[in-house]
């Protein structure tokens, strides 16, 4: 096993609760670690243009 697959395992015994802070928290870690250069920040501003005007995809992963 991985230490990926197994921090998944962990994850998915925690609580509902316990589970949501650490999203937050991993939202604002990789915030954190991210190069804010010009040219993500562009793409991050079109991102929320096409958010706001209704231009959105979606991607699924693997079968359900």
Same mark, same amino acid.
Request: glycine share 4%; proline share 3%; net charge negative.
């Given at each position: 096993?991985? %230490?990926?697959?197994?921090?998944?395992? !962990?994850?998915?015994?925690?609580?509902? !609760?316990?589970?949501?802070?650490? =999203?937050?928290?991993?939202?604002?870690?990789? !915030?954190? =670690?991210?190069?804010?250069?010009?040219?993500?920040?562009?793409?991050?501003?079109?991102? %929320?243009?096409?958010?706001?005007?209704?231009?959105?995809?979606? !991607? %699924?992963?693997?079968?359900?």
């Amino acid at each position: 096993m991985s %230490k990926l697959e197994a921090i998944e395992r !962990e994850i998915q015994a925690l609580p509902r !609760e316990h589970a949501l802070e650490l =999203q937050d928290w991993l939202a604002d870690f990789l !915030e954190d =670690q991210a190069e804010l250069n010009p040219e993500f920040v562009a793409r991050i501003e079109r991102g %929320k243009a096409d958010l706001r005007e209704g231009r959105a995809r979606v !991607e %699924k992963h693997g079968a359900a």
